[in-house]
């Protein structure tokens, strides 16, 4: 099985030439320019370009096994079944660090890379980071240096520019492909939290997922992660991870950190429609609207107001808050961004400073007592889990995090991001006390949800 991700109208959840060549864009003058190869690329990067394999041992759930009627005619199927998928991936430490799509190893009980050179590796995860799709691999037990890929600056990216997609498609071994990068920061695409991606016609198909975009120069300029596409095959618009966003991921997992640290703003933004536009007095829709600010946050303490319009980051202007969350996730922590908005029609700048959020006290537990929250995963909300499951900067409580896919509390419909406000008629502060009374029986579950903003109660049988 296959691994990409393939967007609507089908969904099925990549030097030896100089660098000035990359500077001076020119257009073929001559036949013997139109002859010239990608070769000498392909060459360099190949090596450190590999492929992926995962499996995950999931459980046969079919319920006709428990008929003896149908295991008679049938026999006794197994219990478990093994579940294998394909993406590629691209070495970016020598110690062999490699980095590749989330979605490629989720779940995986046994991840695998295979070398261009056909050698194969056991690897562990190192981190992985669904709000961006990417995650970081270690090779095992290894003891030579590997051939790695130089990051790009995907900013300097333009639209034109040839690039090569490396990969490994359906199975078939490792491809180059070639195109132009077709458009920049394509933010309504609805695969990660952080959409700001490269949209290229070269070909892309399952399987090429994790797998490298390129420039004339060799270096990676995205990761591979999506295809727009009604067959399920490449029809000319890929999606890659900008080379600025996984240097932000490779680098915190050189770190040692589980987790990706990014800064935070501690605000919340919303869309500029073209109704909000013309009370502004705007002659299109741009920018991110200030929708709320949460007390002490760097937005906070650099004097972010509710209603600012957020129209620039460091010089680089923002069409809307897709923008300015991937341009503010991919600065450097320790510093200081420069924020320019427009506030009453008078233009301010504002110096936001780079630190992450606070995630002190999540005391996260898995609910085990017999109730609807049984298998739940939660957590006091922090700053930083608010931030990572896009809920309202100023929540308080508890939040049920991750669910086991055969969890009682996952087949009665909780979901995560779910905001555990009262059960039974008591206040739920903390995990504790939703752990508390989960622990008496009861014959009727009275329960308060917050969903998307929207207060549900629930009333369950015991």
Not at 6 to 24: F, G, I, K, N, R
Not at 250 to 277: C, D
Request: proline share 6%.
């Amino acid at each position: 099985m296959t691994l990409t991700r393939v967007l609507p109208a089908l969904v099925l959840p990549l030097l030896m030439l100089s660098p000035a060549l990359a500077q001076d864009r020119v257009v073929p003058s001559s036949q013997g320019q139109i002859q010239l190869s990608y070769a000498p690329i392909v060459q360099h990067v190949q090596p450190a370009v590999v492929n992926v394999y995962a499996a995950k041992v999931v459980q046969n759930r079919n319920p006709f096994l428990n008929d003896p009627i149908f295991r008679q005619f049938f026999g006794q199927q197994p219990a478990e079944q093994m579940q294998r998928s394909l993406g590629s991936g691209v070495m970016v430490d020598p110690s062999g660090l490699v980095v590749t799509n989330n979605h490629v190893i989720e779940g995986a009980d046994q991840i695998k890379v295979s070398l261009s050179d056909k050698r194969e590796f056991e690897a562990d995860v190192v981190l992985k980071d669904s709000r961006s799709d990417l995650a970081v691999l270690r090779l095992k037990d290894v003891k030579e240096k590997f051939p790695t890929l130089e990051f790009a600056n995907s900013d300097n990216a333009q639209v034109g520019d040839i690039v090569l997609a490396i990969g490994n498609p359906f199975g078939v071994g490792q491809t180059v492909t070639h195109g132009i990068i077709s458009a920049l920061a394509r933010t309504q695409v609805g695969i990660t939290d952080y959409q700001f991606f490269i949209q290229t016609d070269a070909a892309i198909n399952p399987g090429n997922s994790g797998g490298a975009l390129v420039d004339m120069t060799g270096k990676l300029v995205g990761i591979n992660t999506a295809i727009f596409s009604r067959s399920g095959g490449s029809q000319g618009i890929g999606f890659a991870i900008p080379a600025n966003m996984v240097r932000v991921v490779v680098a915190s997992a050189r770190g040692g950190s589980a987790a990706v640290k990014r800064p935070w703003l501690g605000a919340k933004l919303q869309a500029v429609t073209p109704e909000i536009a013309e009370t502004l007095g705007m002659k299109r829709p741009a920018g991110a609207l200030v929708a709320n600010v949460t007390p002490g946050s760097p937005a906070a303490r650099a004097g972010l107001k509710i209603s600012d319009l957020i129209v620039a980051i460091d010089g680089q202007a923002i069409d809307d808050g897709n923008a300015f969350d991937y341009r503010f996730a991919t600065r450097p922590l320790g510093g200081v961004a420069q924020i320019d908005v427009q506030r009453g029609g008078k233009p301010v700048r504002l110096s936001v400073p780079l630190e992450t959020a606070p995630d002190t006290g999540r005391d996260e537990i898995v609910l085990k007592s017999r109730s609807p929250f049984q298998g739940a995963k939660v957590a006091n909300i922090s700053p930083a889990l608010a931030d990572e499951l896009h809920l309202d900067s100023t929540a308080e409580g508890v939040v049920v995090t991750a669910l086991a896919d055969d969890a009682p509390a996952a087949n009665i419909g909780f979901q995560k991001g779910d905001i555990i406000l009262a059960v039974n008629g008591q206040q739920i502060a903390k995990t504790s006390d939703l752990e508390r009374v989960t622990r008496d029986p009861a014959r009727l579950w009275r329960i308060v949800v917050v969903r998307g903003g929207q207060q549900i109660n629930v009333t369950l049988g015991g």
